[in-house]
């Protein structure tokens, strides 16, 4: 058995899809609204074609939107930074969502060939909702 996650910084956690095993014919994966995931999920995108290792993607943080990311397939890695703490998470357990919270910056590297991200959102894209620069992040952690 896999060693659980323990998640040591702000506005973050763990969740584990429900799924059935139906060998010989796959694996079916559940995340439902306001049940597995504890939000209303509005927006649902994923991210695939990681053909480079050494691409980089996140490198901010939401203001007030709430998500789960999943590893659906292959691996990668993601770092948490709360202003305060900071951890790094190897993401190859299609099951397993973390939640990115407000004011979590996030930076996801080390993607596998395979790899494909799936992310629940509460809500539509808002480019106002985002700290794109560290240094903004850090002072309104701080007010
Ligand atoms: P971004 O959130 O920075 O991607 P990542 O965190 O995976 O590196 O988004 C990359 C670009 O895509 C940016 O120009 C905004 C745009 N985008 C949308 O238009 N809608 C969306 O739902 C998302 C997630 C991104």
């Not at 998640?7 to 306001?34: C, H, R, Y």
């Not at 991210?47 to 590893?71: D, M, T």
């Not at 407000?102 to 996801?108: C, G, N």
Request: charged share 30%; net charge neutral; aromatic share 12%.
């Amino acid at each position: 058995m896999k060693k659980d996650i323990e998640i040591l910084v702000k506005n973050s956690g763990v969740i584990k899809l429900q799924f059935f095993n139906d060998e010989p014919d796959g694996n079916l994966v559940i995340a439902e609204s306001m049940k597995s995931v504890p939000f209303d999920i509005k927006r649902v995108y994923f991210i695939n074609n990681l053909h480079r290792f050494r691409s980089v993607r996140g490198k901010h943080a939401h203001k007030k939107l709430e998500q789960y990311i999943f590893c659906v397939n292959g691996s990668f890695k993601i770092k948490l930074d709360d202003g305060t703490n900071k951890q790094e998470i190897v993401m190859n357990d299609p099951y397993i969502g973390i939640r990115l919270g407000p004011k979590l910056w996030h930076e996801m590297t080390s993607f596998s060939k395979d790899c494909v991200i799936l992310v629940l959102a509460s809500d539509y894209f808002d480019e106002a909702d985002y700290f794109r620069n560290y240094e903004d992040f850090i002072k309104s952690i701080n007010n």
